[in-house]
């Protein structure tokens, strides 16, 4: 009978050290798994939802989560429009617990910070730019390259006109806190 006790508690201490082993492993491969999450896998579960984004230079940004990519995020903030450069993103608030799928594709690659401004570029939309160091720019974007842009200086709320354009200025993307639509 003891020998019975015995053999149970060596397949008690088995079962216990077989269980703890693979708890680690779990934990090991849940850190891996989150070694390989981009910030943008992390925003874009909340995607639809309200967040607040700390920046560089643009301060607070407060909104819905529009659209998430690897370059840039995309807020809709009462009656604009807010395109938000990740390199410039310095804190998020509300994004709950959720992550997403990592992106794929081969689209979403190529969906970068210039792709999004040749859009407003395109469309000949008034734009604020308000850069890294808290100053803001007015105007309309009219070209982009790789990794700057060029913005026609105007009034806030008038077309870009030969008349009204007050300088042209580049701008590296590297410089960009947020670009707000007006």
């Given amino acids: 009978m003891r020998w019975d006790a015995l053999f149970e508690d060596l397949e008690a201490q088995l079962d216990a050290a077989e269980a703890a082993e693979l708890d680690a492993e779990v934990r090991e491969r849940s850190r891996l798994e989150a070694a390989k999450l981009l910030l943008a896998d992390r925003l874009a579960a909340a995607e639809g939802h309200p967040v607040s984004i700390q920046t560089r230079g643009a301060g607070v940004i407060r909104g819905t989560l529009t659209q998430v990519l690897p370059e840039w995020l995309l807020v809709v903030d009462g009656a604009s429009d807010v395109l938000v450069p990740t390199s410039a993103v310095l804190v998020v608030s509300g994004l709950g617990s959720a992550t997403a799928a990592p992106a794929q594709g081969a689209v979403a690659g190529r969906l970068t910070l210039g792709y999004a401004l040749r859009g407003l570029a395109r469309t000949r939309a008034g734009v604020a730019v308000v850069l890294v160091d808290g100053g803001v720019v007015h105007g309309t974007i009219d070209r982009v390259g790789a990794d700057f842009?060029?913005?026609?200086?105007?009034?806030?709320?008038?077309?870009?006109?030969a008349g009204l354009v007050r300088a042209v200025r580049t701008v590296p993307f590297g410089a960009v806190g947020a670009v707000r639509s007006t």
């Fill in 149 to 161: 842009f060029e913005i026609s200086e105007h009034p806030p709320g008038e077309a870009r006109r």
